[in-house]
């Protein structure tokens, strides 16, 4: 079964290759993913990813300074799970392992820094003694309190200006983004 084509392209092609008026193939300029400033709605995705690759990297940034500022020998990874303990707890080293699609032995190391450091507690699951729990130490959670004082008023200025519906609409829009359709 041959697919749909349009222009000799596979119908819904991401990529762009301009093709040359009476040229042969070695005159074709390389094929180019569309860009934010292409027309239709492959030029309008090139801009919501350029606008994500921002805003992600604006994000690993500020968790960086945030697990900074939350303990200066806490590495950002540990940041990570940590803020994943404290929401999910109790929960259990493998449910860390599945939720944010890390190794065994990476939430091994994080876990055990996170212990030594005095921010979790490792206490026997109440239905099965033989799985572990972790939970967050009253350290930990008056930390990451400030931290999160912190990190609002870092918020802040990126919305300033903005109003109480547009903040609401774009909590909309972020929340309808992150969850998946399908």
Not at 43 to 60: N, P, Q, T
């Amino acid at each position: 079964m041959s697919q749909p084509t349009v222009d000799g392209q596979p119908e819904g092609a991401v990529l762009d290759v301009p093709r040359p008026a009476g040229g042969d193939a070695s005159d074709q300029a390389a094929p180019r993913l569309p860009g934010a400033d292409d027309d239709g709605r492959e030029g309008l995705m090139a801009g919501v990813v350029d606008e994500i690759g921002s805003m992600m990297v604006e994000a690993k940034r500020t968790i960086a300074a945030a697990a900074s500022r939350f303990d200066p020998d806490v590495p950002p990874t540990a940041f990570y799970v940590l803020r994943y303990v404290m929401k999910h707890q109790p929960c259990s080293a493998g449910d860390i392992v599945k939720a944010m699609a890390m190794d065994k032995s990476a939430v091994s190391r994080q876990v055990t820094l996170l212990r030594e450091a005095g921010f979790v507690d490792m206490v026997p699951d109440a239905a099965d003694g033989r799985v572990m729990t972790l939970h967050s130490t009253e350290r930990a959670e008056s930390r990451m309190l400030e931290v999160r004082h912190e990190n609002r008023a870092v918020f802040r200025t990126h919305v300033e200006g903005w109003t109480d519906d547009e903040l609401a609409e774009f909590a909309g829009w972020l929340r309808r983004f992150n969850t998946p359709t399908g």
